[in-house]
């Protein structure tokens, strides 16, 4: 049986066009509006409300909590103190990634962590002989996603706590009167914050985000804008740009954390002396420079892309709907050098763009490609190259 969100009874009756898909066993809108483009461009010029509830949800609490995450959590969650947020990875013995997160260091000895997948049993297992209890909460909290240029005028209308949160700091407010948990956070590359509330509590808060709002336009946006945004925003998905480990038969079909571009997260490693769960592998990827790949952004040159098209007659689409799936990239002599795994025509940008594995020795900002096209079913290629991630980047979002 499908499940629906504890705001089910408030985002059911605003979607007009009824398109409806399963995430995790509940059910959620692809788009309220006819035109996706008005959810998107709220989000990029006002304010969008999205329902992430169906995220899984845990609780890891008890004395020995940081150690237990210390030594499972590939990022140190030592060095995230009470009050803030973090993103993370976990990864398999061989140093294959699992999955990502984010992890709220919510009070002493408490941590709270979304993930896409089940992963209740995984951490459960590895808990002994810690003294920590890991709950799945999952059901019992609605999560919002309050994101846009206008996201902190109108929760600082609810509550005084969202002006000072500072990029990925949280605290425990009140909103309608109801408690809840305010982080700065988000998974469309902008200003926005994620807001944690008890089930009972769902609807009221929803109603005081809609009524402050209401002079910014706020709008709720559904799974293709979400998708839309995280390109724009360089940001990756599972079963996209990653197959968890787990559930994978070849090597091919796994990746490592340096493989992803998560180099960043093991900055100082010769100074951090955790045994987390996958070290060893990651630390000799690291020494020994053995990556197949690396994850990079793409951008199509817009002439040669228009003149492609033009002389076969035909007018060059621009088309927002993201292609999550591969398209052949290949070097100056057509030899096969990697695929995207996600592209679109940003309507922001007004370009095409997109994230790519290619081989390291073109991964370099600046390296030439050529991107596979099937136009009138052939396969013809386009010049593209290789661009820093990420590809809107306003500079609200972590001021």
Known sequence: MVKKTPFFARTGPLNETMLWEHWAGYLVAQKYQYSELYEYYSVRNSAGLFDSSPLFKYQIKGADAADFLRGVLARDIGQCPVGRAQYTIWCDDHGWILEDGVVLHVDDDEY???????????????????????????????????????????????????????????????????????????????????????????????????????????????????????????????????????????????????????????????????????????????????????????????????????????IAPKDHTPIEEAMALYDGEHNWVGHTTSFMFSSVLKKHVGLAKVAPYHAKSGSPLQLELVVNNRPLTVAAKVVKMPFYNPARKTA
């Open 112 to 314: 709270w962590l979304t993930a896409a997948e089940p992963n209740l049993r995984y951490f459960q297992n590895l808990s002994h002989p810690y003294e920590v209890t890991i709950s799945d909460i999952s059901e019992e909290y609605g999560l919002l996603a309050l994101q846009g240029p206008h996201s902190r005028n109108i929760l600082k209308q609810l509550t005084p706590d969202a002006e000072k949160l500072a990029y990925f700091e949280l605290s425990s407010t009140q909103i309608a009167q109801k408690n809840v948990v305010l982080s700065r956070t988000g998974y469309t590359g902008d200003l926005g914050y994620e807001i944690w509330v008890n089930k009972d509590d769902a609807l009221a808060v929803w109603d005081a985000l809609m009524e402050a709002g209401s002079g910014y336009n706020i709008t709720p946006f559904g799974q293709k804008v979400l998708h839309m945004a995280r390109i724009d925003a360089g940001l990756i998905l599972i079963d996209v740009e990653y197959h968890t480990a787990r559930h994978a038969w070849v090597d091919e079909q796994r990746s490592s954390p340096i493989e992803l571009g998560f180099s960043w997260m093991f900055r100082g490693l010769q100074e951090d002396s955790r045994p987390f769960i996958g070290r060893r592998a990651i630390e000799n990827e690291l020494v020994s420079r053995s990556s197949r790949w690396h994850l990079v952004g793409i951008e199509v040159d817009w002439q040669r892309y228009e003149n492609l098209y033009n002389g076969l007659g035909l």
